[in-house]
């Protein structure tokens, strides 16, 4: 096998330490896959003020502990702990930055006590930035790339070529960005460059101005040397529709060269029925009566008549009006009058979750509302339900649509990014797995759900579809190896 790169893999989520969305499974699973392929993947990632030490078995590095940090002109310490991620047969060392002035309260991007977002986001990501840029010159480890994941990451290719554009140990490192989502750009007031310290002509419309904001996110869609996001349909969509561009639909073209559209595998050793160490029943296509006894196992612990002829729609998401939530809204009582049960594991924004508790109330005979986050139950929901509803406006990969057709569990989404790349209209006999709608509409929506709920009762098609989802390989295999094409001819061009 050829030799491979040193890479640090910078993200603001990972599991098992933080997560609130697919950045986290992510996080975790391509840097072990790519380790796998003969490449050393370290990740690094903050150390948020809720992790739990001893459960999580980080340790102290004696040598990269308090080491001074100059930001804004102010004088901090930070230090770098170790951990390490365990798959079945891979592994990745995971380093952890933990500082007493930004990442010492509970929360990710929010404050846990207040529920709302820091009001120092812009500080705590540039000085992550930072941090991870100059901890390279004690670690006695240099990468040859960094992979850089998301808005909160998008100052480190910034830097690499204007702050430490003649530091020897920095500059010549290459970087990949990956956006994962479009939609979250960390832009902030002018007054935020301020705290770079970089000269002010560093702040036009060429490089890192974004409708008179400091963006982080064009930050890093500008200076990295290949950008990435992670489907490409969705790659094809944010270039060439305003309706997904989020207004950067330019700084997408300038750039589109080094864009490239790769798929998020999922974690087959965590994601896979037959594997699956939280349900009930492990089942695999031969086996699909264990799915019906994860089912029956579901409804019933929350108190619903399990009946094999009433199918179960599963939702786990972020409840937010990119996943649909607002069409899931207008059609929820049209929904409801059909022969179907439902569960809806969630949590976001106020309106979505006061209109859900509303509805628990309303049809508390067929559904079952679960607001918060729980990956135990998200599991469950994926083994025990029917079909999964992800009516998404946009979505640059999804992950749910591809864990529910390894469980059997038949995908309805609307006919975008990702989603598009992985469901396949179920009138193909061969390779028909899911029911896909085109315009984003609750009663394109609701005709698609009854066309499913028709389908589901012909068991034969319904198997045959279950079949082709089933059989389908969504591992890191193919991806990480795009990944290293990608290492590949970044490193090799000077
Ligand atoms: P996004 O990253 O946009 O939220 P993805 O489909 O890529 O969407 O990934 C979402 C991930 O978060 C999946 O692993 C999903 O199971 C998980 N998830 C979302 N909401 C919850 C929740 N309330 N409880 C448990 N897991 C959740």
């Known amino acids: 096998m050829a030799k491979g ?11 098992p330490y933080s997560k609130t969305g697919g950045l986290a499974d992510v996080s975790n699973s391509l840097p072990q896959a790519l380790n796998s392929l003969s490449n050393e993947v370290r990740i690094i990632t903050p150390k948020y003020g809720q992790l739990d030490e001893r459960r999580l078995q980080i340790h102290e590095i004696k040598r990269l502990k308090d080491i001074n940090l100059e930001m804004a ?17 891979t592994k990745a060392q995971i380093y952890l930055l933990e500082n007493q002035d930004f990442f010492k309260n ?28 100059e901890v390279l010159e004690i670690l006695q480890w240099k990468p040859d790339i960094i992979h850089c994941n998301d808005w909160q990451t998008g100052l480190i290719p910034f830097f690499i070529k204007t702050m430490y554009k003649n530091n020897p140990h920095i500059s010549d490192i290459k970087t990949v960005f990956t956006i994962h989502n479009l939609a979250y750009q960390g832009n902030f007031p002018k007054t935020t460059f301020k705290k770079t310290e970089l000269p002010d002509e560093l702040f036009n419309d060429n490089t890192v101005k974004f409708h008179d904001k400091f963006s982080f996110l064009k930050a ?42 790769i798929l998020n595998g999922i974690d ?19 086996e699909i009566p264990l799915k019906y006894e994860n089912k029956r196992e579901l409804l019933e612990k929350h108190k619903l008549v399990y009946n094999e002829n009433i199918p179960l729609i599963g939702i786990i998401s972020r409840l937010v009006d990119q996943k649909g939530f607002d069409l899931i809204l207008d059609a929820f009582d049209d ?3 059909e022969k179907l049960q439902m569960i809806i594991l969630g949590t976001g924004d106020e309106k979505y979750q006061k209109f859900l508790m509303k509805m628990k109330k309303k049809y508390n005979d067929k559904l079952i509302i679960h607001l918060g986050f729980d990956e135990d139950l998200a599991h469950k ?32 989404v609307r006919n975008t990014g990702g989603l598009s790349d992985t469901v396949t209209n179920y009138k193909d006999p061969k390779k028909g797995n899911g029911f896909l709608f085109d315009k984003y509409d609750s009663k394109e929506m609701v005709k698609t759900i009854r066309t499913a709920l028709e389908v589901y009762q012909d068991k034969k098609t319904w198997y045959n579809i279950m079949k082709n989802g089933m059989a389908l390989d969504f591992s890191w295999n193919i991806s990480a190896k795009k990944y290293m094409e990608l290492f590949k001819q970044i490193c090799n061009k000077k």
């Open 335 to 337: 929904i409801m009058k």
């Open 106 to 133: 509970k929360g990710i991007y929010q404050n846990i006590k207040t529920k709302k977002d820091f009001p120092n986001n812009d500080e705590r990501y540039m000085f992550f930035c930072k941090a991870v840029l």
């Open 220 to 261: 890093g869609i500008k200076f990295a040397d290949k950008v990435t996001t992670v489907s490409q349909k969705y790659a094809e969509e944010i270039r060439t529709n305003k309706e997904y561009s989020c207004g950067m639909e330019d700084v997408l073209n300038d750039r589109r060269k080094d864009l490239v559209g």
């Open 268 to 286: 087959n050793t965590v994601w896979n029925p037959s594997f699956d160490k939280v349900i009930d029943y492990r089942y695999t296509y031969q």
């Open 73 to 89: 002109g102010k004088k901090y310490k930070y230090s770098i702990k170790s951990s390490f991620i365990h798959g079945k047969n």
């Open 381 to 412: 929901i994926e083994a025990g339900s029917d079909m999964y509803l992800m009516p998404s406006k946009f979505e640059p990969c999804g992950l749910n649509q591809m864990y529910s057709l390894k469980y059997g569990t038949v995908p309805i």
């Open 5 to 15: 790169y040193n890479v640090l893999f910078v993200t603001s989520e990972v599991l």
